[in-house]
């Protein structure tokens, strides 16, 4: 069974690009969002196997999403997406406990790579 992912960006573009690659391939898309309050209420809303969060939004962004998120469930699968390479985020990033961090541009074969493996690290947890 395919995890049920929540895509969270706000380029609504690239949120229906990756929605439908991703279902092409398999994946369940539960639900979308455009920036990070939206994540934290689509998560506690749909309990996603997985949410696929952009760090750089306006307003509410991807480490409001994150920090929400792990408030609510200190387990949950988050994917942080983003083309800011510089180490301050990426500390922030592992300081928040972000599941995987995605670096654009990235391949669609690394994005369904980095779901699996957060799929099959949760379920190694829950054994």
Request: hydrophobic share 40%; charged share 30%; net charge negative.
């Amino acid at each position: 069974m395919q995890p049920n992912l929540l895509i969270v960006d706000d380029d609504l573009d690239t949120v229906e690009i990756f929605k439908e690659f991703l279902e092409i391939k398999g994946f369940n898309v539960i639900g979308t969002g455009k920036n990070g309050k939206e994540a934290v209420e689509k998560y506690q809303e749909l309990k996603p196997s997985v949410v696929l969060l952009d760090v750089m939004m306006p307003e509410y962004d991807g480490f409001y999403g994150l920090q929400g998120i792990r408030k609510v469930d200190p387990n949950a699968n988050v994917i942080m997406v983003t083309a800011d390479k510089t180490t301050i985020t990426e500390e922030r990033l592992r300081e928040l406990n972000a599941s995987d961090i995605l670096y654009k541009p990235y391949e669609i074969d690394d994005v369904i790579s980095a779901i699996n493996k957060a799929v099959i690290g949760s379920l190694k947890i829950s054994c």
